[in-house]
């Protein structure tokens, strides 16, 4: 739009506003506007720019209704709709009075989480609280891209402790920053609304009990739940862990080491919390508070007043899923398929022959790595030159083939290097053949190698002893590409902790785990894209997040359809393979390593490789480790910009 059309736009809007006569008010002008949240001032203006429309309300609020929110100091910066759609919010020649702002995108904040909502979290120490308060925050910011904050008791101890965290809280949901420059200046800090989700974390010690603000008692309860409803206006939950399971125990071991105390110094914190602590009533007396009760974590819940709101809905739902114990999650994009090679996007084509050798040495890892107790796996590849030179590379160590030495410059690891000492467990002759047990000695191996033109060695370090007897899942997307690498995994039957069948690494197919769809680009190269629509590289990377293909998708509807997926899997305990697409495991692994939305869809996730993500669940950071397993390591699919 041309600045004069938008000056007398915003001109005659203005001129339009300051006529309006509101009783009792003086005339405002362009700097001093009342922008007090809930203030009737602010509201008689609001209501009266509406009168004139849309753009006319965006100009009076500062944008409240189409900028995005600058924090302040608190969470992250998160826009209500994609940055894509900025021009059309924008008076036009064509449209003067434009909609300021557009149904609801999937993945970005929703207008139920602009309502206030405090969760405070109670139970006795060493129950996981922390844990839960933290993983419940990174949900509402990463899935729903709402604000969250946690506020812990322990802080706000002492001299006016309990109105410094009112303040606190009131500051967090008083997003007011609104400065009356431009409205239609998307990059200014603007007003976003006065809702949010704030944790208060229960203090696990004795000097916090003293604080009004520590949910330990029912009399504080009520309390809270009076102070924050009638004079904040917000919606409140509790929050209530309660432990007593021998897997609830072990943890409690667990954390205390991690913790650098004994069992003994433990329970004796515990008791003496105890003796000041009082759990929700389940005598209906406490039948009027909203709660929720997580029995064993993920075990049991008691849900009170919570499910009929969609905020509650949803927290209850994560929640669910939730637990604190160690797992690991071995992530893998598909195998080269056929249209990697021809660098197109999308589509539903098979793997290429690149593609399919993957699949095969991703079997193998899988049986030593992920359902074994093996620490690593490298997949080497020999030309019949090396193949003859082998034997200066191996010997015998008890009844093994192990390597002599490093592999520096022998083979073709596909980055992947062999140890010193590494274990010869399988090996493949010739190229796309089945892999097959390696002899126990040299002399062995060999004569049954004399004379192969190719020949791929699989070493394991670590122990190999009960290959494929851990139990663990495997899922995948519904796409072709994807269940082809998962082709070769074997599935034996075992016997599960509960003395039922258990089919070792069967497969799930979720199609909201499928890549994101290009709509209109879909099957088409770089070259042919760019030859449609010139700007599309550039619109892409002005907003990685937002952009939407033309009849397709963006990353936002990605994360919405993550959603489901993602609680479901905090809810698993064994080790789990997961086999996508970049643009999904992207977003899966900015989430399981605790990244934001942005820094997540940066993030490459090259070919014939697995990322292994393990957490210890005591409050470490997730540890990540790669995998090359070959047979090249692919880094350029034609997907990079797109």
């Not at 609280?129 to 910011?141: D, G, M, P």
């Not at 949010?196 to 009990?209: H, K, N, P, R, Y």
């Not at 897997?247 to 071991?253: A, D, I, M, R, T």
Request: proline share 5%; aromatic share 10%; with cysteine.
């Amino acid at each position: 739009m041309a600045p004069a059309v938008r000056r007398g736009a915003a001109r005659l809007l203005w001129q339009s506003v300051r006529r309006i006569a509101v009783p009792g008010r003086q005339e405002p002008t362009r700097r001093a506007l009342p922008v007090a949240a809930g203030s009737d001032e602010r509201s008689d203006w609001l209501w009266a720019a509406r009168a004139l429309g849309g753009a006319a309300a965006a100009l009076v609020a500062g944008g409240a209704v189409s900028r995005s929110y600058c924090d302040g100091g608190h969470g992250t910066a998160h826009r209500l709709y994609p940055k894509d759609l900025e021009q059309f919010l924008k008076p036009s020649e064509f449209n003067p009075i434009p909609v300021t702002m557009p149904p609801p995108f999937p993945g970005l904040a929703r207008q139920q989480w602009s309502q206030r909502h405090v969760a405070p979290i109670l139970g006795l120490p060493m129950r996981g609280k922390t844990h839960i308060a933290r993983e419940l925050k990174r949900y509402i910011e990463f899935f729903h891209g709402a604000r969250a904050e946690i506020f812990s008791v322990t802080e706000y101890v002492g001299p006016d402790g309990e109105d410094r965290l009112y303040e606190a809280l009131n500051s967090f949901f008083d997003v007011t920053n609104s400065p009356m420059a431009d409205p239609y200046d998307f990059d200014q800090c603007g007003v976003e609304g006065s809702g949010g989700f704030a944790i208060i974390l229960s203090s696990d010690t004795v000097e916090s009990t003293k604080s009004m603000w520590s949910a330990h008692t029912k009399w504080h309860r009520k309390w809270m739940a009076r102070k924050l409803e009638d004079e904040m206006q917000a919606e409140v939950c509790f929050i209530q862990i309660s432990v007593d399971s021998p897997k609830g125990e072990k943890y409690l071991s667990d954390l205390a080491a991690y913790r650098g105390m004994t069992l003994e110094e433990t329970r004796n914190v515990i008791d003496e919390y105890q003796d000041h602590y009082v759990p929700i009533q389940m005598d209906q007396s406490e039948d009027q508070t909203p709660y929720i009760h997580l029995m064993n974590y993920n075990q049991k819940m008691v849900v009170n007043k919570m499910m009929r709101s969609f905020v509650g809905s949803q927290v209850c739902h994560f929640l669910s899923n939730l637990h604190p114990f160690e797992h690991t999650v071995y992530l893998a994009r598909h195998g080269e398929s056929e249209f990697n090679v021809e660098m197109r996007i999308g589509g539903d084509s098979g793997l290429s022959r690149r593609g399919e050798e993957f699949a095969r040495r991703t079997a193998e890892f899988v049986k030593y790595v992920v359902c074994g107790h093996a620490d690593d796996l490298v997949c080497v590849t020999l030309t019949s030159k090396a193949v003859r030179n082998l034997h200066e590379w191996v010997t015998e160590y008890g009844r093994n083939v192990v390597a002599t030495r490093d592999w520096k410059d022998f083979g073709d690891g596909s980055g992947g290097r062999v140890q010193r000492f590494m274990q010869l467990k399988r090996m493949q002759i010739g190229w796309g053949a089945d892999f097959q047990d390696a002899p126990d000695t040299v002399k062995d191996l060999l004569k049954k190698v004399e004379g192969a033109k190719v020949l791929t060695l699989v070493f394991v370090a670590g122990d190999t002893r009960g290959a494929n007897t851990v139990p663990g899942r495997l899922w995948t997307s519904s796409l072709r590409r994807t269940i082809e690498t998962a082709q070769f995994i074997e599935h034996p039957i075992m016997e599960g902790a509960d003395g039922k069948p258990y089919y070792q690494m069967r497969g799930r197919q979720f199609r909201n785990m499928d890549e994101v769809y290009a709509g209109e680009y879909d099957g088409l190269t770089e070259e042919e894209i760019t030859k449609r629509a010139p700007n599309v590289i550039s619109d892409r990377k002005r907003d990685k997040l937002g952009f939407r293909y033309p009849r397709g998708e963006s990353y936002y509807d990605i994360i919405a359809r993550l959603e489901s997926v993602m609680s479901h899997l905090e809810r698993i305990q064994q080790p789990i393979l997961i086999i996508s697409h970049q643009a999904v495991l992207r977003l899966m692994y900015g989430w399981l390593m605790h990244k934001t939305r942005e820094d997540s869809v940066e993030t490459q996730v090259p070919q014939h490789e697995v990322v292994r993500i393990c957490f210890d669940g005591l409050g470490g950071p997730p540890v990540e480790r790669r995998f090359p397993l070959g047979p090249t390591h692919l880094t350029d699919d034609g997907q990079s910009d797109l």
